[in-house]
């Protein structure tokens, strides 16, 4: 940056063409206007693909008049950045336009004796400019986010988005960009518990790790979950890191207002299943707590499904597993009564089309049988029979448990036409990752279900433990 005071010519407000080494940049910037989302790149910069592009063009949308201006890394090593910048900016300026969303890495760095390009800017054309103070990473779903640099002092941190007014002091945004309505809550939540966990900043709201566990990193799967403009996300724990406690839990969301708290998503982001905490926590604020399968990422079924942000189940290297069918449930404290009742199915999404009872998550298969979707995969059973819990496996990230029958009760030969119909449904990846667990008796000993495991490809046929045979009367003595 050029350490000129602001002044109203462009030359003003440029740095020196020149590179550290002496050498002159290659011309060749290009400004791309993409449905008023403005990009300064060039030809061959791909750091943002079409559909960060288009992301962006949808989210940075505002009612406002606010215009979006992205400065691509590669441009702004060119030597006609500055004075291609400073053509756009006359051009904004005399079109109207008073307020510039300026992406560019370090242009809200505002220190003493080297004020900020965005408040020199802002001086020079009199227009109000937001801008990070680090670099701002592209969301999915068209956000922007700046990592805070971590506080000492124990405070939440600040910085991240600065507004800089024409003479005046710039003001903190904080981290995202656009800003949802709940990102001013969170300047309240600290940024340690007192059970000595650490709370840190990510794009769809707050991680909740231990201390000695591994921190976030720009990049991580974490900065991949969307972020959701009317309710923040609270992730718990981290992979090898997820000694997170439930009074912990509900201390952070106890520092929310009560209109951002009730809205809150809780999400795991190690390997452990979060629901029995999620319950806990739920019985200390006795309030209703939503609880996600997975962390809640952009994606599809398959090749040909639509995308959309549904709980995904992860590695610890953070390479995604499978979808889960149970979306989210909403954990319930106790009735009035003191009785505990069992969490609530929120989204699910059926395995396969057919007429289903949306508040149970069931689906008949045949006039016979019929599927349960579960937290932890499917489970088939008879039509009829007993209620079966979508919540009573623990969820696990290597794949699907698929149930069959009940304990003790025989499974008749029309299952097997039943499962094969569902399983062709489900997709060759998901098959391959898939546990049969066998709770019924089968009619033939097994025989069919090993031949139609073995065909779909299936990983792993698992019994349960057979129920205990009921007690005889020992013979007396005559």
């Not at 750091?47 to 960060?52: F, S, W």
């Not at 009560?258 to 905490?277: C, F, M, N, Q, T």
């Not at 309030?287 to 942000?309: H, I, K, N, R």
Request: with cysteine; hydrophobic share 40%; proline share 12%.
């Amino acid at each position: 940056r050029s350490s000129a005071p602001a002044g109203r010519r462009p030359a003003d407000v440029r740095p020196a063409d020149d590179r550290p080494d002496g050498t002159t940049a290659a011309e060749g910037l290009l400004v791309e206007d993409h449905d008023g989302l403005l990009l300064l790149r060039t030809p061959s910069d791909n750091a943002l693909t079409p559909a960060d592009v288009a992301d962006l063009s949808r989210g940075m949308r505002t009612d406002d008049g606010t215009v979006t201006v992205i400065a691509g890394a590669d441009g702004m090593e060119t030597s006609a950045f500055w004075p291609r910048l400073s053509e756009l900016l006359d051009s904004l300026s005399e079109s109207g336009a008073d307020t510039v969303r300026l992406v560019m890495a370090g242009a809200g760095q505002d220190v003493k004796d080297r004020p900020a390009t965005a408040r020199r800017i802002a001086d020079a054309w009199g227009v109000e400019v937001k801008a990070p103070d680090g670099a701002p990473l592209v969301v999915p779903g068209g956000s922007l986010f700046v990592p805070p640099a971590p506080s000492a002092d124990g405070k939440p941190p600040a910085g991240g988005w600065w507004r800089f007014a024409p003479g005046s002091d710039p003001e903190p945004l904080g981290p995202r960009s656009p800003e949802p309505s709940w990102q001013p809550a969170l300047r309240h939540v600290p940024s340690g518990t007192s059970g000595g966990s650490v709370v840190e900043q990510i794009p769809a709201g707050l991680l909740v790790r231990p201390a000695e566990a591994t921190a976030t990193q720009p990049g991580d799967l974490y900065h991949a979950v969307p972020v959701d403009p009317r309710r923040p996300a609270v992730v718990i724990g981290v992979p090898y890191g997820e000694d997170v406690s439930a009074e912990e839990v509900a201390e952070v969301l106890t520092a929310l207002p009560e209109e951002v708290r009730s809205g809150v998503r809780l999400a795991p982001g190690g390997r452990r299943d979060v629901l029995r905490l999620a319950q806990a926590v739920c019985d200390r604020l006795d309030t209703d707590v939503e609880v996600m399968t997975g962390l809640p990422l952009v994606a599809a079924a398959g090749p040909l499904g639509s995308y959309s942000v549904r709980s995904v189940l992860a590695a610890p290297d953070g390479t995604p597993k499978w979808l889960p069918f149970v979306d989210a449930v909403v954990c319930r404290p106790p009735d009035e009564e003191g009785h505990a009742r069992p969490p609530q199915l929120l989204r699910w999404t059926p395995p396969l089309p057919g007429p289903a009872r949306p508040e149970e998550g069931v689906i008949g298969l045949t006039d016979r049988w019929q599927v349960t979707v579960t937290r932890a995969g499917l489970w088939i059973g008879p039509r009829g029979g007993p209620r079966l819990s979508p919540t009573a496996r623990q969820v696990d990230a290597n794949g699907p448990v698929i149930e069959l029958g009940m304990p003790g009760e025989l499974m008749d030969a029309s299952l097997l036409p039943a499962l094969s119909s569902l399983l062709e449904a489900l997709t060759p990846a998901l098959r391959e990752r898939a546990t049969l667990h066998v709770h019924g008796v089968s009619h033939d000993g097994g025989h069919g279900l090993r031949r139609l495991a073995a065909q779909h490809g299936l990983r792993t046929l698992r019994y349960a433990a057979p129920a205990p045979a009921p007690a005889r009367a020992r013979p007396t003595a005559q």
